[in-house]
């Protein structure tokens, strides 16, 4: 072997490399520079380097740029770069040289090559059978369907073969052939090929039993790659059944059955399992509708049945249900084919037919309907449905039950009426004359077939409806006296439901007041008097005064009357309207009367007087009068409904809470029936619930309960009323309960106490705070302040537009007392939101002045003494020159000590101190000696020694 070495300008490192498709390949490229250059290119076309889909980079000294690949340095140095380069996942395998001479010349060549390595994949799909397992027959060629599929890079051929998977339900091959229309198939690199298989299972392979076979696909380039797959298979079982079909207690096949719509028909099968092996059996069935007129329903519903694993020898129950649909009509037919299926294969088939029998159905409804009644009568228009399944014509009978006297006249003549079809029933329906808006009647219509059969009973509440109608009649003049009086007027409520009767006063007198209720319920015939008294002016002189009075019902109906006012020394304090039960009494009460005044009736002349304020007045029919004789004074008239007492005995309740209230009455027995109203009242005359009842001979009633949801009370001591009233507006029993009613959603609190000023006049000012202020409707509040043994209540408007900041005077106590000031208001009022607010604290001070910074009364004559008192000496001494140092060391050591002794304070100071601001107070100022000022004037010789003596200038 002969080597030959050839030097050259440029090398590549590991020029040639081996790889496998998807690598990244690199080269180090290294060369001598020339001195005369720094540059050196090649071309990456000319090297052959410029292959699809080949990626080439370069790093370094190494750049590529299109076409070129370039080296750059420093002439005359060596330089180095990188060269990369990217295969793609489908380079086919190939041996590739590259090189390409420099611009310089061939000693610059750039030599280096790459072999792409083969990559043998294999990949197989099962086409067909889809599913799984396959049930086949034996010993019939089984259709199978492969697809070869080569993901390598390179062509490759491909061997076939198959596998039997043995398990515990197939430990030995029974000989099952798989045949391949070609054992080798070649594959070029990303091609497909199908290629059928065919398999035979012989009839010795046990039924119901998973026959595994593979099949696979092997690469001659490298046997270790191949690919497989499952074909699962089974071999159909020999099925064999005994089929009884059975229902209602006869067979089935070929027979009809009528069955009711909205009915189902089962049919009872026994299923016997005669084949070879464990075996599924699966009832199921379709039908064919043969309609009977316009019928549409279409809704049939078969549902079938099934069993599994069913043994060899053994039977199972199954059942065939047959849904006739609601509507169907009658004669309309279902025939029915049945199957009996095992694993697919039909094992058994049966057919019968269903006709849908007659059945007839009728309803009325009030879509549309007003059932409130006119007094007078009215036309109640219903529709008749036929809900039966044949066409046939309805017959109607119509009555009210509930109440007597309700007449109801209904067509003789209705049409023939399909089924869901429907047809008018107009009704003629008259209420009796004392028929109540409350009370519910029930319309009764019975509807039946021609024959009498399918009769229907549709009830439909019914009531009167509602006639508000009411009277005011004034029946004298309105007697008045210095104490005021009740009007000789009455209201009767004439229409047939409890109402409410507001009142108004109109052209009242000036300086005259109306007291009273402005609010009155009544129920229905209930007669009342006018419950307003007018109170007159102090200065009335008795002339006559026209006085209206309007009332409005709450359906806007109003009724006004005018009287005149006359003079009397008594007038009616109660309503001169007596309405009482025969054998009962009545409290009357006059203005102007005593126990010793004579108060002497008409009829029962004179009348008692009663402990509790008032004249008692008998109900008694034979002796009804229409005056009143006062003192053989004054003559009040009234009138007097006297009325039989009511033939059942009832009793009314009131129990619970403000938010659970219980109104309730009960009616007892009685030989005769009773017809009555319940009325629920608040105190304002708001009626909150109203019951109409009916009850009849020999019973009781069940409890009647009245609803006060509708009752919002404001805060106060409220009450509500229960009352019960015969039909003719007679009161038979009533019950009243008060209420306290509060509101917490609001709260007033102190914020904190604060100081002002000093001494005798102090004020203490209390901050305080509100939240929903404006709920406080009349409220009574006050704030109590306690101190040592000082207590004092103030009263406080909580209400006003700003918070109350009152200033209390300090109480007379010392100082460093703790002062307690709570705010507080009466029911209802009485609670708030927030209690923890209600309090504030404070430790008193600043109540007393000291009098060190005031002038010093004793200090001053103290000092003007002492000066008299060195006058009078120095008098004698002024010609004395050596006594004059001792007598100036003497003074002048006295006013020291003066100056420095407090003197005591006088009993009082004619003027008061004045009290400095409380917010800028002042400092304490230590108390000095004042020396009275000399004026210069009239100042002797004496004086002005004395002067210079103590330091004046």
Avoid at 84 to 96: N, W
Wanted: with cysteine.
């Amino acid at each position: 072997m002969q080597l030959e070495f050839i030097a050259s300008g440029t090398i590549t490192e590991t020029s040639h490399q081996l790889s496998m498709p998807e690598s990244t390949l690199e080269w180090t490229v290294t060369a001598d520079l020339p001195a005369s250059t720094g540059v050196l290119d090649w071309k990456i076309s000319e090297a052959g380097m410029g292959i699809e889909n080949w990626l080439w980079s370069a790093s370094g000294a190494l750049s590529i740029s299109g076409d070129d690949i370039t080296l750059t340095g420093i002439p005359g140095s060596r330089v180095s770069g990188i060269l990369s380069l990217e295969l793609p996942v489908d380079s086919p395998p190939a041996y590739h040289a590259f090189s390409d001479a420099s611009s310089l010349g061939a000693d610059h060549s750039l030599r280096l090559s790459v072999e792409v390595l083969q990559i043998y994949r294999a990949s197989l799909t099962l086409i067909s059978p889809t599913d799984s397992p396959h049930m086949v027959e034996v010993e019939e060629a089984i259709p199978t369907t492969v697809r070869l599929y080569n993901p390598g890079n390179g062509e490759d051929t491909y061997t076939m073969s198959h596998t039997l998977i043995l398990d515990d339900n197939l430990s030995e091959d029974p000989g099952i052939q798989v045949t391949f229309s070609s054992e080798e198939i070649t594959l070029s690199a990303g091609s497909l090929r199908t290629l059928p298989v065919e398999v035979v299972l012989p009839d010795t392979t046990p039924a119901r039993t998973p026959v595994n076979i593979e099949i696979t696909m092997t690469s001659e380039g490298d046997s270790a790659i191949s690919s497989t797959i499952t074909l699962t298979l089974e071999a159909r079982q020999d099925h064999r059944w005994e089929i009884e079909l059975s229902a209602q207690g006869t067979s089935v096949e070929d027979r009809t059955f009528a069955v009711n719509p909205g009915d189902s028909f089962i049919v009872e099968i026994s299923a016997t399992n005669t084949g070879n092996l464990l075996d599924d059996i699966e009832i199921a069935g379709t039908g064919i509708i043969t309609p009977e007129g316009t019928d549409t329903a279409t809704d049939w519903v078969i549902v079938g049945d099934a069993d599994t694993s069913v043994a060899v020898n053994a039977s199972t129950y199954l059942e065939l249900i047959i849904e006739v649909p609601e509507g169907a009509w009658n004669g309309t037919t279902y025939e029915v084919s049945g199957t009996a299926t095992a694993f697919g294969v039909e094992v058994y088939s049966f057919s019968f037919i269903i006709e849908v029998a007659h059945v007839p159905g009728w309803t009325a409804v009030a879509a549309d309907a007003d059932l409130e009644i006119n007094p007078a009568g009215s036309t109640v228009s219903l529709s008749i449905i036929q809900q039966g399944n044949a066409p046939s014509k309805p017959y109607a009978s119509v009555y009210v039950t509930g109440e007597t006297g309700w007449v109801v006249e209904a067509p003789e003549d209705l049409p023939i009426l399909e089924p869901g079809n429907t047809a008018p029933l107009d009704l003629e329906i008259t209420p009796p004359e004392n028929a109540r808006h409350g009370r519910t009647v029930e319309l009764n219509i019975k509807l039946r077939e021609g024959d009498g059969s399918s009769e229907a009973t549709i009830t439909l509440p019914l009531r009167v409806a509602v006639i508000h109608e009411f009277s005011l009649n004034g029946l004298g003049n309105w007697i008045v006296s210095d104490d005021g009086g009740y009007p000789h007027a009455e209201l009767q409520n004439l229409g047939n439901a409890p109402t409410t009767i507001s009142l108004e006063v109109l052209s009242l007198p000036q300086g005259w007041t109306v007291s009273g209720r402005t609010h009155v319920v009544i129920g229905v015939g209930e007669v009342t008097g006018v419950p307003l008294e007018v109170i007159p002016d102090s200065e009335w002189d008795g002339s006559s005064r026209t006085i209206r009075i309007l009332a409005q019902d709450e359906a806007g109906n109003q009724r006004e009357i005018s009287l005149d006012t006359q003079y009397e020394d008594h007038s009616w304090a109660s309503s001169p309207i007596i309405v009482a039960v025969e054998g009962d009494s009545a409290l009357l009460t006059i203005h102007g009367t005593s126990p010793v005044s004579e108060v002497m009736d008409d009829a029962q002349f004179n009348l008692d007087w009663d402990l509790q304020g008032g004249w008692v007045w008998h109900a008694d029919s034979s002796g009804i009068g229409t005056q009143m004789t006062v003192d053989s004074d004054s003559v009040l008239p009234y009138t007097a409904y006297v009325i039989e007492p009511s033939n059942r005995f009832a009793t009314c309740t009131i129990s619970g809470s403000v938010g659970s209230v219980d109104a309730e009455c009960q009616v007892g027995n009685g030989t005769e029936s009773f017809a009555f109203t319940v009325m629920l009242i608040d105190d304002e005359g708001s009626m909150l619930d109203s019951h109409d009842g009916f009850v009849a001979a020999n019973t009781s009633s069940d409890q009647i309960n009245l609803s006060a949801s509708a009752w919002n009370p404001s805060p106060g001591m409220r009450t509500l009323t229960i009352r019960l009233l015969d039909e003719r507006g007679t009161l038979v029993a009533s019950a009243e309960r008060g209420f306290e009613i509060r509101r917490t959603d609001w709260n007033v609190g102190l914020v904190g106490l604060e100081i002002e000023g000093e001494g005798s006049s102090q004020k203490i000012k209390v901050l305080t705070k509100r939240e929903y202020h404006h709920l406080l409707t009349d409220a009574d509040c006050s704030i109590e302040v306690t101190a040592g043994t000082h207590s004092a209540t103030h009263s406080i408007d909580v209400t006003g537009i700003y918070p109350p900041e009152p200033k209390l005077d300090r109480p007379d106590v010392e100082d460093g007392t703790e002062m307690i000031v709570t705010i507080q208001c009466l029911f209802p009022w009485d609670e708030d939101s927030d209690s923890s607010d209600d309090e504030a604290r404070l430790i008193l001070s600043g109540g007393s002045i000291e009098s060190g910074d005031g002038f010093e009364w004793a200090t001053a004559l103290g000092s003007a003494g002492l000066v008299i008192v060195l006058a009078l000496s120095l008098t004698w001494i002024l010609y004395n020159q050596r006594e004059r140092r001792k007598l100036l060391e003497m003074t002048e050591s006295v006013i020291q000590k003066k100056s420095k002794r407090k003197s005591p304070e006088l009993p009082e100071v004619p003027e008061p101190v004045a009290e400095p601001p409380a917010a800028t107070p002042q400092p304490v100022v230590e108390p000095t000696e004042e020396i009275p000022e000399i004026e210069e004037k009239n100042l002797d010789e004496f004086e002005n020694r004395l002067k210079r003596l103590t330091g004046g200038e």
